[in-house]
């Protein structure tokens, strides 16, 4: 059984501070991984893909994959409120069509 | 361009009817997933497509849910002789290809089953 691991939180942060959000994956021929932004009430929004050891940064978001740890996180700089809603983690198998998701950790991003 | 799209938005139905529940993909993608989430729950696998072939039906609830592709784009899934529990947000997403992909996300369509 493939599991992500979330912690649910919520995951409350000052505006203007980094937010770390966490995942932790069980398949460790798992090759693929996606961040993915859930407001309330709307759909999940892909906010980046990550493939290789390392970090990987977007504007204010940087993933970091470290696949010998089965890890993967996001970190979020200046954090804004309206970056509160939930992070989705995603992770797919090489040998899998299907990408398991976490449960997700939702993030409060106070004024 | 154009994003992925779902009809309809809401859709509210009495136990025992059937519904369909249509996903328009972005143009070009082969890939079409079909997933459902209850409220205050995670995402739930339903089904996938490549191309209109869906090699893997395993993750439908029960046989009372089906899907098809067609033309390699439109896809509908449909919920025969509905029941209470099948009350969820059903989010369909697809992507370029199949393996490694990101996905992308349509509005979703929310239904209840009264």
């Known amino acids: 059984q493939k599991e992500v691991e979330q912690n649910s939180g919520p995951l409350s942060v000052p505006e203007g501070a980094i937010a770390s959000l966490n995942c932790t994956y069980s398949?460790?021929?798992?090759?693929?991984f996606f961040w993915y932004r859930q407001y309330s009430g709307k759909s999940p929004e892909l906010i980046m893909s990550?493939?290789?050891?390392g970090d990987k940064e977007d504007g204010r978001f940087t993933a970091q994959l470290n696949k010998a740890s089965q890890y993967v996180s996001l970190l979020i700089r200046d954090s804004q409120p309206s970056d509160s809603a939930t992070y989705l983690c995603a992770v797919q198998s090489g040998g899998s069509y299907i990408p398991t998701f976490g449960r997700g950790t939702s993030l409060i991003v106070h004024p | 361009g154009a994003g992925v799209s779902q009809s309809p938005s809401n859709k509210v139905t009495e136990k025992g009817k059937d519904v369909e529940l249509r996903c328009d993909p972005i143009s070009g993608h082969t890939a079409l997933y079909w997933y459902r989430q209850s409220l205050g729950q995670g995402l739930e696998f339903l089904i996938y497509f490549q191309g209109n072939s869906a090699p893997d039906k395993s993750g439908l609830p029960s046989d009372r849910f089906s899907a098809e592709r067609t033309g390699g784009s439109v896809s509908t899934l449909t919920i025969q002789r509905t029941q209470q529990e099948d009350s969820a947000v059903y989010l369909c997403?697809?992507?370029?290809?199949?393996?490694?992909?990101?996905?992308?996300f349509g509005p979703g369509t929310r239904l209840t089953v009264t």
């Open positions: 997403a697809s992507s370029l290809v199949l393996a490694g992909s990101e996905q992308y």
């Open positions: 398949d460790r021929v798992s090759q693929s």
């Open positions: 990550i493939y290789s050891n």
